[in-house]
């Protein structure tokens, strides 16, 4: 401790700063080596949980004392436990998986549930399983089902049930091909519900699929399917981002329905043939004029008669003849082409003339013209129905960069940062303790400076400026047996320090005799004080 304390009251002002600086610097960088290593090393436990659901998971942490981080939406704790506290909490059944499911009906007992409260119950767990199974795809993060089913009565007619399923997706917008799955799987698991009568709704993009509404979506992604498609054509030719391509597709918005029959009388045909003949005949006697002999009994009563008869033949034909009908059902749904617009505007060609320098000029008609009718064949051009293409060639101006690249997430990188952090504290703790206070620390302290007299001056004797200025005398026999042993070399015996004789009146000789004597200590002596005036300076 005396070591230390005389070589902190040898060094100067800028020294002691120095070393106090990087003591306090070292001691810093140790104490957060130590609290970075000895902190815990957090991992993500669960993520993306409904409001009520990381509620429940943070009060069950919190009743078993465990040291958990809420950071947005997501709760992290100690990597050594997130395993088990996986299991303890799944145990308890949390997080819970939105919408209770079958579980309903084992709460509802024989006394007091009516045949509308075991209904409703029943409905509700059908669509919280119908939830819990959607959610189990990947691709979906959330899901909510509403079925709707008329109540049951002997006088009213079946109407059948609706469906309409509210899904957030995971990472990308929910296809058509996924909507269409889901729809066959609620009609498939409530009787009676057909595939039309569910609506897929996408929590972020709006309707995906179900009723008239879904036409005008699919006009949406056939209008943008056509736009890249023209895109990537003319980036062939003309290269990436040198063409700019904007399409507008008119559709039909409403549904029409007509039915359409046409009679030709030209086109008669005779299907049947009925003919029908009659033939009478009539005979008998035909008497005189009536007298009144002809009434009395004798008298000539049956004189002067004659016989007469007669014929009559009849025949019908009836021909039925079946005109030629045409019947046409024509139905126009929503979605179909009514019209088409395509506006192209192609980049400037950029060549270089002869003295080197660059040359934009506006491409050929003839170009044009090509590139034209590969977008007339790309989108389906009819001239009749209306369709429009308009294609023209300009220089673009350079957009001004804004903002930075985007970069790699923090989290991503958290074992690297890590590890580099505590590794760069380590070599910084190790430089400030190696480097620069140890060196400081061990030093050894300057020797005195010995303070020599003057040469002697003509007609006069040395003036010395302080009273215990080294002379080169030695007081005394005694004192000279007290010096220390120095280089090997003795006061006194064989092969020790030669001495000096005592009747050289002369100081500065007897300076230079101890210097032929005693090169090696000189040579030394001189070295420190020329890197005492180097530090110095």
Known sequence: MQNVLGVWSGLDIRRKVIVIAATLAMFAAVLVLSQMVSAKRLELLYSG????????????????????????????????????????????????????????????????????????????????????????????????????????????????ATASVVVTPASAALTEANARALRFLVASAVPGLKPEQVSVIDGESGLVVGGEVSAAVNVDKRAAALKRNVERLLEARVGPGNAVVELSLEAVTERE????????????????????????????????????????????????????????????????????????????????????????????????????????????????????????????????????????????????????????????????????????????????????????????????????SPPPQAGGTPALERADALTGEVSGADDLASLPDIGGFAPSGGGGLPMLSMDQDDPVERLRQLIRDRQQETVEVLKTWMEDDGEKA
Do not use: C
């Not at 429940?56 to 004392?65: C, F, K, R, S, T």
């Not at 088990?84 to 998986?97: D, H, K, V």
């Not at 025949?315 to 030629?324: L, P, Q």
């Open 49 to 160: 949980l409904e409001q009520h659901a990381a509620g429940d998971v943070v009060a069950a942490l919190e009743q078993q004392g465990v040291v958990f981080e809420v950071r947005g939406n997501s709760i992290y704790v100690d990597v050594t436990r997130r395993d088990e506290l996986r299991m303890i909490l799944a145990g308890q059944g949390l997080p819970s998986n939105g919408a209770a499911g079958y579980e309903l009906l084992d709460n509802l007992s024989g006394f007091g549930t009516t045949s509308q409260m075991f209904d409703a119950a029943y409905w509700r767990a059908k669509e919280g399983e119908l939830a819990r199974t959607i959610v189990t795809s990947p691709q979906i993060k959330g899901a909510r089902v509403h079925i709707s089913t008329p109540p049951s009565s002997g006088f009213r007619r079946n109407q059948g």
């Open 257 to 452: 329905s007509v039915i359409e029959r046409r009679f030709d009388p030209e086109g008669r045909v005779a299907i049947s043939t009925e003919t029908e003949e009659r033939n009478s005949t009539s005979q008998g006697a035909t008497g005189g004029a009536v007298t009144v002999a002809s009434n009395l009994p004798d008298g000539e009563a049956g004189s002067g008669g004659s016989d007469q008869s007669s014929q009559d033949n009849e025949t019908r034909e009836r021909v039925n003849f079946e005109v030629s009908e045409t019947q046409r059902e024509i139905v126009r749904v929503p979605g179909a082409v009514k019209r088409l617009s395509v506006a192209v505007m192609v980049n400037a060609e950029t060549s270089i003339d002869g003295t080197g320098a660059e040359v934009t000029a506006p491409r050929s008609e003839e170009e044009l013209s090509d590139l034209r009718q590969l977008i007339e064949a790309a989108v389906g051009f009819d001239e009749s129905r209306g369709d429009q293409i308009t294609i023209r060639s300009f220089e673009f101006q350079p957009l001004a960069v804004s903002g930075s690249a985007p970069t790699a997430g923090s989290m991503s990188q958290l074992d690297i940062l890590s590890l580099a952090q505590v590794a760069i504290l380590a070599i910084v703790a190790l430089v400030l303790g190696l480097f620069v206070v140890r060196p400081i620390l061990t030093q050894r302290g300057a020797p005195q400076m010995l303070e020599l």
